[in-house]
């Protein structure tokens, strides 16, 4: 890979001090990884592709377009990961009716405009996009704050499965992605970020958070070599959950 | 699974009949799970002190003091810690993290009045000598009453990829019941040895031991724990 997806953005001066410092060498892969996908639901990539500035019209944390360019690549990971029993662990939002939980989300969002009323069928932004939707062994982390590990038991399930890596799709590149990475780091798991598995409201954040995380804190690679890796691992290292009863469940939702 | 063996611990004596009743749901095989480690909790000097006397004798001088409890449990703490090591499995230690500055007021393990300066001493927190940690050994310095607390523990056993944890120390009902409680929560088997754990009175240990026996912690034999750890030693040797 000669040319990054974020090299446009640097300057010569960066581009030389990545060059002699050295940041951004490859890590080795884990034994043991779980398959990531953070908050890719309806308020995030609206319910077909829309041009972005079309669709932050009814919902203003869309990513538009980008985000359905990444979904083939999802359902690609979300189906070999299946087939070889590594966990899929899901991220999505979970809010009060009254919004009293959104915290600090509140602290910068005196400016914005009043949320727009959502669609007519009055769909949950936080429904992940039926595309990708979760299956009876997956596994959903419902969370408050950017970071999957914030507040839920990501942690506990990650040292149940025995996992040593993640695999880490989704969005935003610069927000939930980066806080979720940065969290799996300090616990020393390793991570992949899949590069066209990820995607971001703003172009220029989403190359430069890929370069950050390369550089620091991940490999950031594409799906079609993250897929080979997956495809070199053993069948059923995992004890998954067993499903039972979760097919009823999840048409009853 | 024999009921009498579950429940064969130190509280057979003060545990009546209608309450084993109450609690017949949480009976289960017990054992120490897979890739263990050994986390050995606040075996610090304080606990010592004044030697192995009721601790109650000690309150003027000594009152954190587990005397002679803290005492019976040298010999079998001394001899799981060379279990653990032969076995090889990772060893980490805790004790106060009383550095300055270290935290604001109110921040401690418990809500315990402060000793006074007439009480403390400057080795206070260093762990006991028969127990000193080696190279390659872990002490974590933690402010409040579970090991996992505010601690990089979690990204440690992470890293070692440990599953499971053989956990003792003291105080059963303060520190070693929080760090057995977060552990169990944290994903991880625990397991607790009986006789190398205490408390500064019997009847605290023996409920608090019962409490986590039933729902978090596999309490189990110094004996038991030890003979695992020699297992460990011979399916490696067979392995190789």
């Known amino acids: 890979m000669s040319e990054r997806i974020w090299d446009k953005y640097l300057t010569e001066r960066d581009k030389a001090v990545f060059a002699a410092t050295g940041f951004g060498a490859l890590a080795d892969w884990g034994k043991r990884p779980a398959l990531l996908i953070i908050d890719v639901n309806y308020a995030f990539c609206d319910e077909e592709p829309k041009p972005i500035l079309e669709s932050i019209k009814t919902w203003r944390t869309s990513c538009g377009e980008d985000a359905w360019e990444a979904m083939p690549v999802l359902q690609k990971l979300i189906g070999v990961s299946r087939d070889k ?30 949320v727009p009323v959502l669609d007519a069928s009055a769909r949950d932004g936080n429904d992940i996009v039926d595309a990708i939707a979760p299956g009876p062994r997956d596994i959903v982390v419902r969370k408050l704050k950017p970071s999957g590990f914030a507040g839920t038991p990501l942690q506990s399930y990650l040292q149940l499965l025995g996992c040593d890596s993640l695999i880490v799709t989704g969005t935003t590149t610069s927000g939930c992605v980066r806080a979720t990475v940065l969290d799996a780091f300090a616990e020393n798991f390793r991570i ?24 620091k804190y991940a490999n950031v690679r594409p799906s079609t070599e993250v897929v080979d890796y997956l495809n070199t691992l053993s069948q059923g290292m995992f004890d998954l959950p067993s499903g039972q009863g979760m097919a009823t469940r999840i048409a009853a939702e | 699974m024999n009921a009498d063996r579950f429940e064969d611990h130190a509280w057979a004596d003060v545990v009546p009949e209608d309450l084993l009743r109450i609690y017949a749901p949480y009976r289960r095989d017990t054992f120490v799970g897979p890739r263990p480690a050994l986390v050995l909790i606040d075996l610090y000097n304080v606990a010592y002190r004044g030697g192995p006397v009721q601790p109650e004798t000690l309150l003027g001088q ?12 040298i010999e079998p703490t001394k001899q799981l810690i060379a279990a653990s090591r032969a ?32 009480q403390r001493f400057a080795d206070d927190y260093e762990i006991w000598a028969d127990f000193a940690p080696q190279d390659g050994d872990v002490v974590i310095r933690k402010q409040r009453a579970s090991i996992f607390q505010g601690t990089p523990l979690t990204s440690h056993l ?24 977060d552990g169990y929560s944290s994903g991880l088997h625990v397991s607790l040895v009986e006789e190398c754990s205490f408390d500064r009175h019997e ?17 189990m034999h110094v004996g038991e724990v030890i003979a695992h750890l020699d297992g460990m030693i011979e399916n490696r040797v067979a392995a190789e």
């Open chain 1, 85 to 114: 029993g590594i966990p899929v662990i899901y991220t999505t939002g979970s809010r009060r009716a009254d919004n009293w939980d959104a915290g600090s989300w509140r602290f910068k969002a005196a400016g914005r405009p009043p």
């Open chain 1, 192 to 215: 992949t970020v899949v590069e066209d598995g990820c995607f971001d409201r703003t172009q220029a954040s989403h190359a430069i958070n890929l370069c950050d995380m390369h550089a």
């Open chain 2, 62 to 73: 000594y009152p954190s003091s587990c005397g002679i409890y803290a005492h019976n449990a």
């Open chain 2, 87 to 118: 076995a090889g499995i990772p060893i980490f230690y805790c004790t106060s993290d009383n550095r300055p500055f270290a935290a604001p007021q109110g921040g401690g393990a418990t809500r315990r009045k402060k000793a006074s300066t007439a």
């Open chain 2, 158 to 181: 992470n890293l070692l990829g440990v599953q499971s944890l053989i956990v003792c120390g003291e105080s059963t009902s303060g520190c070693v019941r929080a760090s057995c409680v």
């Open chain 2, 203 to 219: 009847l605290v240990h023996k409920m608090n031991l019962f409490d986590l026996h039933h729902k978090y912690a596999d309490v």
